[in-house]
C-alpha cells in the first residue's frame, strides 16, 4: 500500500519518498503528495528529484490495488531501489482541480437539497468541467436559482474538513448513505469522509480546498438537454 499524503493533506507541494520499486515506464514510492486519475478527477503532474541530481518528469499517475504509479519521462534502473526522491507538485494544475473538485460536491448538494434530483456522472479539467443530472425542466430561472445558491455558498466560506471514520460508524449515518457509501468494495475498513459545513459530507478520496471561498469565481459556461431526464450542467472557475 502506498501512503497516500494528498489524502491526510492536499496542501503539501513537496514531499520526501523512498523509491519501493522502477519498471519499464514508471515508479513505486513509499509514500506520495501525487493523487491518481479517479472520482472524476485528471491525474497530478509534477517532477522527481533525485539524490544525484537527475530530474524527471511525472507524467501519469494511477492506482492499482492500493499502490499509486507514477508514469515518468525517463524511468531510473534498478540501482535507484531504496533511495529518496524528492517530489514536487505542478501547483497551480492541482489546485485549480481541489477549487473545481469542492464545487462539484457543492452543485451535487445544492441539486440533491433544492430539487432532490442525484448527480450522474461528471467530469473535471481545467478548461471546463461538467455535472449530469436527472431532472425533467431545466428552465432558465431554476438555472439561475443553482447559480445563485452556488455563489452564496462560495461567498459563505464553508470550512471543508476531513476525517476518517469506520465502515460499519459510516453505515449509520443518513447523510453517508444518501451518497451510496455501502457501494465502497468490503475490503475497505476505514473511509475517508470530506465534510464541507452545512452543505455536504460524503465517503470521497479526492483533492479539496480548505474552504469554500477559496473557489474562487464560478464561471457557469451552458446547460445542455441529453434526454428526458438527463441534464448537464458545464462551469469552470476564474481566474
Ligand atoms: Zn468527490
Redesign the pocket.
Known amino acids: 500500500m502506498t501512503e497516500l499524503l494528498f489524502q491526510q493533506d492536499s496542501y503539501i507541494r513537496e514531499f520526501e519518498a523512498e523509491i519501493i520499486d522502477v519498471f519499464e515506464d514508471t515508479i513505486l514510492l513509499d509514500k506520495t503528495a501525487f493523487a491518481p486519475k479517479g472520482?472524476?478527477l485528471m491525474p497530478d503532474q509534477g517532477i522527481l528529484q533525485f539524490d544525484d541530481g537527475y530530474q524527471c518528469e511525472v507524467i501519469d499517475v494511477y492506482s492499482k490495488s492500493g499502490k499509486v504509479y507514477h508514469k515518468l519521462s525517463l524511468v531510473p534502473d534498478e540501482t535507484y531501489i531504496g533511495k529518496t526522491v524528492k517530489g514536487i507538485i505542478d501547483w497551480e494544475r492541482r489546485n485549480k482541480q481541489m477549487r473545481l473538485?469542492t464545487l462539484?460536491?457543492t452543485i451535487s448538494s445544492i441539486l440533491y437539497k433544492k430539487y432532490g434530483t442525484t448527480v450522474t456522472g461528471g467530469n473535471i479539467t481545467p478548461e471546463k468541467s461538467r455535472v449530469d443530472f436527472d431532472i425533467d425542466h431545466l428552465r432558465q430561472e431554476r438555472v439561475q436559482e443553482i447559480e445563485a445558491a452556488v455563489r452564496e455558498i462560495i461567498a459563505g466560506d464553508h470550512k471543508v474538513s476531513v476525517s476518517f471514520l469506520e465502515r460499519q460508524e459510516a453505515l449509520k449515518d443518513p447523510e453517508l448513505i444518501r451518497t451510496k457509501v455501502n457501494l465502497i468494495p468490503e475490503s475497505v475498513k476505514i473511509l475517508r469522509i470530506?465534510e464541507i459545513e452545512d452543505v455536504d459530507r460524503?465517503a470521497?478520496g479526492?483533492v479539496h480546498v480548505r474552504s469554500t471561498k477559496e473557489i474562487g469565481t464560478f464561471v457557469p459556461l451552458k446547460t445542455e438537454n441529453r434526454g428526458k431526464d438527463k441534464k448537464r450542467l458545464y462551469f469552470t472557475i476564474s481566474p
Do not use: K, M
Request: hydrophobic residues 20%.
Open positions: 472520482g472524476g473538485h462539484i460536491h470530506v460524503q470521497d479526492g
